[in-house]
T-cell receptor, first 114, second 111 residues
Framework: NAGVTQTPKFQVLKTGQSMTLQCAQD?????MYWYRQDPGMGLRLIYY???????DKGEVPNGYNVSRLNKREFSLRLESAAPSQTSVYFC?????????????FGSGTRLTVV | GNSVTQMEGPVTLSEEAFLTINCTYT??????LFWYVQYPGEGLQLLLK?????DKGSNKGFEATYRKETTSFHLEKGSVQVSDSAVYFC??????????FGSGTKLNVKP
């Protein structure tokens, strides 16, 4: 049981480059999320998908796009990377749309934009 | 608005010491409260949760009680181990996917 799998684990981009972070869960969860984690700021929600076919903005969506490809997969795309997007990115999923049972997190993608 | 405030770290303790990490929250309504733990190089793992006032969440020797009167959810453990060294996040969820995390408290346990 892999839980939530994120790829890649590490990435270095040049300013202006694009990339897609991949996330897949095998728990048949309905809802999926993308967070970024920055020192001293905890986790901030970028986008979420309450169910297959829907996506919504979170607290810090600017500069990102998402795709809920199917129930298992939820990708995050940076179209034109900026140094301010250097961060650790976490994907998460939850069974209920309210997240009341808690989230299951992936192990993270450490992204550096130079 | 809704928010979570945790005590700043790092917290450094000797093995078998008593642990308290303070967490207070601001929310309208009745949120569910959580503690997550993050070990180095890993994602966050759910440690415990409480969904209503006076509930006590517990797991792996850790406990936290949902105190509505003081809007607190302090994490405690009677005897910490070196393996408990990690970053601990308090969080609340309120009203449909509104999940708020504290900034995290790093715990260092020395042998």
């Amino acid at each position: 049981n892999a839980g939530v799998t994120q790829t890649p684990k590490f990435q270095v981009l040049k300013t202006g480059q694009s990339m897609t972070l991949q996330c897949a869960q095998d728990m048949n969860h309905n809802s999926m999320y993308w967070y970024r984690q920055d020192p001293g700021m905890g986790l901030r929600l970028i986008y979420y998908s309450a169910s297959e076919g829907t996506t919504d903005k979170g607290e810090v969506p600017n500069g990102y796009n998402v795709s809920r490809l199917n129930k298992r997969e939820f990708s995050l795309r940076l179209e034109s990377a900026a140094p301010s997007q250097t961060s650790v990115y976490f994907c998460a999923s939850s069974e209920l749309v309210t997240g009341g049972g808690g989230y299951t997190f992936g192990s993270g993608t450490r992204l550096t934009v130079v | 608005g809704n928010s979570v405030t945790q005590m700043e770290g790092p917290v450094t303790l000797s093995e078998e010491a008593f642990l308290t990490i303070n967490c207070t929250y601001t929310a309208t309504g009745y949120p569910s409260l959580f503690w997550y733990v993050q070990y180095p190089g890993e994602g966050l793992q759910l440690l415990l949760k409480a969904t209503k006032a006076d509930d006590k969440g517990s797991n792996k020797g850790f406990e936290a009680t949902y105190r509505k009167e003081t809007t607190s959810f302090h994490l405690e453990k009677g005897s910490v181990q070196v393996s408990d060294s990690a970053v601990y996040f308090c969080a609340l969820i309120y009203n449909f996917n509104k999940f708020y995390f504290g900034s995290g408290t790093k715990l260092n346990v020395k042998p």
